[in-house]
Every structure is written in C-alpha cells, then in structure tokens.
C-alpha cells in the first residue's frame, strides 16, 4: 500500500461547551465533542487518534457503548444539535458511522446505550424536543421501539442499565421537574413505573453503576448542590413479610414488578446516601468503571462528581457504610467557570474533568513511593474554543501561534520526552487573553508577535524571561542559544493582567520581591498595599502546564499598542527584515480601506498606502521584502515596491504603489479572500469565493519607466468550493514546480503542484497537477480560515533521526478552521 501524502501530525481542539460531551472508554481512550465532530483522544500518549467527522452541528454528548466483560468498547455514541444521533463502530482500529438515528425535532442533549446481546444495541436519547426516544439498532440500522413525551418539561440526562437477575433494560430520566423517572421494558414498550422525587432543583446528571452483588446503583446530581444515590435491588419474599412489621426501622422503600417470559421479578429502590459538598450545581457524576479482581468482575464503591464551583470529589463509603469525601481537587481563583462534567480512568487511577471553556483538566494518582496516593495535575490536550481565525510559525518553525474568536492567542511547540522518540505537540503558554475575538496576527522576529482584534488597536507582545526559559527546557532547545536570538537585558520575568484591565503588565523581578516591614514600622501604607496587583508566579516548567496555570503565569507582557484605524482591526503581516509591519481594518469606504505601515523599531506610523475600496481581507509581503501583496473584498489587488533609499542614507522603509487590478482588468468576480508569494518572490497566488485560484507574475524589483503588467501566468484553477485560503510551500520542488495548499469553505485542503509555463503562448491547461488532498476525518467540518507551511523542511521536534532543511522528505502544514481546531500535517514530497 503506497504510503499517504498527507499524514495528521496533531489535532488541537477542546470540548465543546455542554454537559454530557466526554466520556472515557474501557479501552483507556477519551471520547468528546468538538464543534461538529467527535475527537478521539489518547491519555497515555497524549494525542488525538482519530477525529470522526459526521455530525452537521454540534455535539453536545458522547457516550461509549460498554461491554458487559469490560473489554475496550467497539462501539461510540454521539448526538448533535444537527437533531441527530450518530452511532459508530470500530473496524480495524478505524472507526466508522455504523447508523444513523433521525427522529428528534430538536437539539440532542444526552444519549446512553447498552449492549442488549451480540447484535443488538440499545440506544436512548433525549432532546429539547422534550421527548425521549429508544432506539433499536442491529448495528447496521436502527428504529426507534418508543418514544415517551414530556409535554413541556425537558429531560436533561438519560441512563441505561439491565436489571440485575431478568437483564431487563431500565431506564433513568432527570429534568426540570426534579424527579428522576424509571421506566422498564414491558412488551417492547417502556412503562414509568417509579418517580423518585427528593432534588429541589434541574436534575443535570444520571448513572446507573455496574451489578453489585445483585444491585444496582444510581446516582443523580441536580443544580440543588446535592447528588443523592439511589439504591435498587431484587426483594425476595421474606423482605416482602418484614415489609409491613412496625417494630422494624428501614429505610423507605418504593417496589415495582417485571415480568418476563411469564416469570415476575420485584424490585425494591431506596434511598442509600445524600451527599453535600459542593458549593455551587453539580453538573456530573460517574461510577469507578468495574475492576478484576480474582477472576471476576467487581464494581467499585467511588464515585466521582464535578461541580460549577470549580471541584471533583471523589466519595466512597467507610467501613460503617457512611459515604464520605476521600479526594477533592479543582481550581482556586482565576475568572473562569466550573466543570461540566467528570470522567475516570479504567483502572481509577486518573480522573478528568471538561470545563465551562472547553478545557480539559487531568489529574493523576502519584505512584512515587514518598508521595503514593497524592493526586497531581496532568498534562492534557487543549485548544481553542471558537473559531481559529490566524495562525504564524516562529522563523525557525519551532512553535506555532494561534488567535481565535474565543479571545486567546495560543502558542503550541513540540514537548521532547525523555525516551520516547516520538514528540507530542502541546500549548505551552498563552501570550494573551483578551475581552475582544481575536482576528489576526503576525511574528515579528522569534519572541515578539503584533495581534489584532474586533478593536481599533494594534497589540505588540513581547516573550518574557519565564517563557523563554520554559520554551527550552520543553522543547529541548538550549537556552543560551535562545537568549542570544532576543535582547535579554531588559526581558521582565513575565506578565500579568490587572483588574478590569485588558492590556498585560510587565512583571519584573524586583515586582517579585516581597515587601518585609521591620518591628516599629506601620505596615500597610496605603488600602491598595493589601491586594496584591501581580498574579504571576514563575514557574519551572518540564513539562507543559496545566490550564490553571495557563490562565495565570505564562502571558506575555504588552510593549506597544498602535494606534490610527477608524474600525475594527481584520488583517497584519509583517516583512522578513523585521523592520516594517502592515495592517488593515474592516472598511466600507475607500478611506477606511488604507495599509497603515508601522516601523517594528520604533513602532510609528509611517505610511498609509490608499488604493482599495473595501475591507483589506489579506497581505503577504515577499519573502524578499521588496513587494506588499494586499487583496480586497473590491475582488482587486494592489502591488506595492519598497523603495530604494539614497545612497549613503538610512531611511526608514517607504512603499509605493506598482501595479493592481481594477474594475476592467480583474479576474476574480467575487471576493478575494487569500494570498501568498512563492519562495523565490517571482509569483503570488490569490484565490477567491469565486472558486478559482490563479497564480500572477512575474515580480521584478527592478525600476522601470512604464508601469509594469502583472498578469495570470497560470490557467484557472477551478477547486469546486470557495477558495479560503491559499500558501505557497517555501521549501522547493527540485523539478523547478511549486508546491501549493489550497483551503475551502467546506473544510478539505487540497494539494497542487503548479508548473510555470516555458512558452507563454503554450496552452497552459496542463500547468496544474493535484497531488492530494484531506479525507473525510482529516479535513476540517467548517471553512479554512488559514495555511501556513513551516518555514524550514523537516519536522518540527527533530523526532526520528529525521534530516531538516531541504534534503528532507517532509515539510509541515499548518491550518487554522472555523471549526475551533488547529491541525499540523506532515507532507511527503516524495510521494509527491
């Protein structure tokens, strides 16, 4: 089998922000939503496996189909706001949409299934069409056996279980009336036959627990504080004559009986523990999966819930059968929210919780002897949680850095662990949270990058001392060699952001020298002297951070803002001397419509350079420097020169116009949305909504009398799709081609070589060769917003032995989506 052009390197992406969305399997894999797919994610080697691409909305809950033996599940649960509900199926290692459930008129909330025998498979779902519905699949396809209606009342989580001894399915829902309702299978019909009131607000989560020695367990917790447990069992005869005697104390029990194949089954549910620990509503609870022991399947006493006040607890039941906190960890401070829900690993050693930002938070049990049992924070995946509008690769291909519409700039680098000799990629700091959706932004030298947001003002950003620190220890760069690319003298040690601020304030050492007061002296002079203005704490980082610490100490501090656009700020790009950067704003008029240029020494304005009418929606300067590429929502481009200084003189950079299209020479007919220049700066290449993607040329630096012509020096590329963004490969073909990406509206990114004609007047229909392009679970769900190609050949991280630089076989691709995930790809060009 020929080996594949493109290979997924990584796959950042976050939950997405409902209950319900995650689930961990037996098998040891992580399960959960992201925009309209389901990730697949692996703990132990801390990376995405595969992602499932399906869904036409998002999905708010995953759920694996476990096995009654407990092996790795062979089958994935999904449902979406797309109204549907998705089930998938595992085929040599390859998962797969197996059926499709449509039915629900309105968003899917929560989905449970169970195994009834080898065929069969039971699937319950639950919507905001206030209905439940049971479905019926033999994994090829389903039908829905029932539906129960609520009226006008919600059911916010269901579970499945069979009964202990009939293995009849049961059914546990809980909703906005704070009952939890128990329906059971009679004749193929599900029939309420208990409502267990108690909760005092919106029950939010269910789950039964494995057998237990006859019984079974269910947990609910509710928006009242409060998780309650409730036990069922089978009642013998004898419990029956006990049942009705005064002299004995019980607990109160509520009984219902089953019939199968004329045998009758009772059964008894009461009340075993009510647990108070949270501060705020609980959102999730999950049983210990069931463990080994002996030979036999044995079904832990723990249980794990997750709280909006930013906790886990694990409870578990002392010897005198009193349930009881063993373990709490969380978040102490920071502005964000609490955990939708909670997970816990096969063998209960980690336990992972998704917050109301979409990040994930691991912590693992300490297996070190001194400190065994101690639960510790884990290294996990994260990523955006809006759309990813903008991405940029340090000079050196070493980190990449990404802005989204969730207000974060993010910077991912390759994390070299000792012995392994396959790097992961992971979000070491996060340079800036803002209160406005980010939009773009670009490097300017290695550590120090310009963002823009849905504000008038430009952001320069500067790498502090902690992070440059870090960044070597994680990524195995020596750190001497770093702090010779960047000034160290003034570097503060990092950064923090102020009350009510938006801009990040340097923290210098002396900032972290604690104050001393001697014997005799006042202490606090002033109210202000009380509250500590810095929140930043260096760290010493091994390994990447955990998302507490994210949020908190690895900002980078604020050098600059730029001030002179009327409306908000859509597109940056920066030149490769490092000396002049440009920028554009949205516009509807022509005079909103200028490139301000900015010197990145000193950080003033120096030209505004008029020529568009509408918003600028891209630029790329030449690799060169010597050409400003910008295109335009007017469906033209413009051409600007930089021009040469005096001899003798050194003047700062100044640009003038070279060439652009208008309205009779343009050959786009909608708007322009991409750009980029070819290695050599020969060539640029713009692409369009009107699907095609036309190469221009050539470019000379030359100074000539007569404006020069700039015209299509290839044929029309048609992809089929808008053509959203576009990149040159830097690294050349050695047959004197080009290596293109093309990203569409749809989510696929494609790959063409573009051949330069010999003979201008030769027909020019063959210059384009499709080498390849994303499959269906590689390609993104909703519109490119960005490609960039690593600046260098090779991997980033060196993994392998790998040769860097241009002898090497790959070169990476990175890509920003809609879909809130930003992908790396690995390119073979010599399969190519």
């Avoid at 949409?97 to 779902?125: F, M, N, R, W, Y």
């Avoid at 409060?226 to 049942?243: A, M, N, T």
């Amino acid at each position: 089998m020929a080996a594949p052009v493109i290979q997924t390197c990584h796959v950042a992406c976050c939950a997405n922000r409902t209950p319900n969305v995650l689930s961990w399997g037996r098998g040891g894999l992580i399960a959960y939503g992201t925009c309209h797919s389901v990730a697949i994610y692996d703990p132990k080697d801390k990376n995405v496996v595969a992602v499932l691409n399906g869904h036409s909305g998002r999905v708010n809950t995953v759920e694996w189909v476990h096995r009654q033996d407990c092996d790795a599940e062979t089958h994935l649960v999904s449902g979406g706001s797309d109204n549907r509900v998705i089930l998938w199926e595992a085929q040599d290692g390859k998962f797969a949409k197996a059926v499709e459930c449509t039915g629900h008129t309105g968003p899917v909330c929560a989905v449970d299934a169970v195994h009834l025998d080898q065929t069969q498979i039971l699937i319950a779902s639950t919507a905001s069409d206030s209905s439940v519905r049971l479905w019926l699949s033999n994994r090829t396809e389903a039908e829905c056996i029932h539906t129960i209606s609520f009226g006008s009342g919600f059911m916010m989580d269901v579970s499945l279980a069979l009964l202990p001894g009939s293995g009849v399915p049961i059914l546990a829902c809980g909703g906005d009336d704070c009952k939890v309702y128990l329906y059971v299978q009679s004749n193929g019909q599900f029939q309420m036959v208990l409502s267990l009131p108690g909760h005092d607000d919106w029950i939010r989560g269910l789950e039964w627990s494995s057998p237990l020695e006859g019984e079974l367990l269910l947990a609910s917790c509710s928006q009242d504080s409060l998780i309650r447990v409730w036990k069922l069992g089978v009642k013998s005869g004898s419990e029956r004559d006990v049942q009705g005697d005064p002299t004995i104390i019980k607990m109160k029990q509520d009984v219902f009986t089953v019939t199968r194949r004329d045998v009758s089954s009772a059964y008894a549910v009461s009340l075993e523990t009510v647990l108070a620990g949270h501060e705020n509503w609980v959102y999730g609870v999950h049983w210990q999966p069931p463990v080994t022991k002996g030979g036999a399947l044995r079904q832990p006493l723990s249980l794990l819930s997750a709280s909006m006040d930013k906790t886990m607890i694990l409870w578990a039941p002392e010897e005198e059968g009193v349930w009881v906190e063993q373990v709490r960890v969380g978040e102490v401070g920071g502005n964000t929210l609490g955990f939708y829900g909670c997970q816990m690993s096969p063998d209960g050693s980690m336990i992972v919780a998704h917050a109301f930002h979409g990040a994930l938070h691991l912590w693992y049990q300490d297996q070190n002897q001194h400190q065994k049992g101690e639960w510790r924070p884990g290294v996990v995946i994260s990523g955006h949680f809006s759309g990813v509008q903008d991405l940029s690769w340090d000079p050196e291909g070493e980190f990449l850095l990404s802005v989204g519409l969730d207000q974060t700039t993010r910077l991912l680098t390759p994390w070299r662990r000792g012995g392994r000799t396959k790097t992961t990629w992971h979000e070491i700091s996060r340079p800036q949270i803002h209160g406005y959706d980010m939009q773009c932004l670009a490097m300017v030298g290695r550590f120090q990058f310009v963002s823009g947001a849905d504000e008038k003002v430009l952001r320069v950003f500067r790498a502090p001392r902690n992070f440059v620190e870090n960044f070597a220890n994680i990524s195995g760069n020596p750190l001497e060699k770093l702090l010779a690319s960047s000034d160290t003298a003034e570097l503060p040690e990092g950064a923090s952001t102020p009350a009510l601020g938006l801009s990040n304030k340097a923290v210098f050492q002396d900032d972290l020298t604690s104050k001393t007061y001697q014997e005799g002296e006042p202490g606090f002079s002033s109210v202000s002297d009380q509250y500590q203005e810095s929140y930043f704490h260096p760290l010493t980082l091994n390994e990447p951070p955990p998302e507490d610490h994210l949020l908190q100490n690895t900002l980078w501090p604020e050098v600059q803002k730029l001030y002179g656009h009327g409306f908000e700020m859509f597109c940056v790009a920066s030149d490769s001397l490092k000396t002049v950067v440009a920028s554009a704003c949205k516009a509807s008029k022509a005079e909103h419509a200028a490139v301000l240029l900015w010197s990145a020494s000193s950080w003033r304005q120096l030209q505004a350079l008029p020529c568009h009418t509408l918003t600028i929606t891209q630029m790329a300067f030449s690799p060169d420097a010597h050409f400003l590429l910008a295109v335009s929502r007017d469906r033209t481009w413009s051409l600007w020169q930089r021009d040469q200084p005096p001899p003798g003189e050194d003047a700062e950079p100044h640009f003038s116009l070279y060439t652009h299209t208008g309205k009779d020479t343009a050959v786009h007919t909608r708007i322009i949305w991409s750009c980029d220049w070819s290695a050599d700066s020969k060539y640029f290449v713009t692409s369009s909504r009107d699907k095609k993607v036309i190469v221009w040329g050539e470019c000379s630096p030359e100074a000539s009398a007569s404006p020069p012509a700039i015209r299509p020096c290839s044929s029309i590329l048609d992809v089929g799709d808008a053509a959203t963004a576009v990149s040159f490969c830097p690294i050349p073909c050695s047959d004197h081609s080009y290596l293109l990406a093309v990203g569409l509206e749809c989510g696929r990114i494609l790959l063409y070589r573009w051949t330069p004609p010999e003979d201008p007047a030769e027909d020019r229909g063959a210059d384009w060769n499709r080498h390849g392009e994303t499959n269906a679970f590689q390609s993104h769900t909703l519109a490119v917003k960005r490609l960039r190609w690593r600046p260098r050949g090779g991997l980033a991280g060196g993994v392998g032995g790998t040769t860097t630089g241009e002898e090497s076989p790959w070169v990476q691709l990175a890509s920003a989506g809609n879909d809130h995930t930003v992908k790396i790809f690995n390119v073979n060009r010599l399969v190519l």
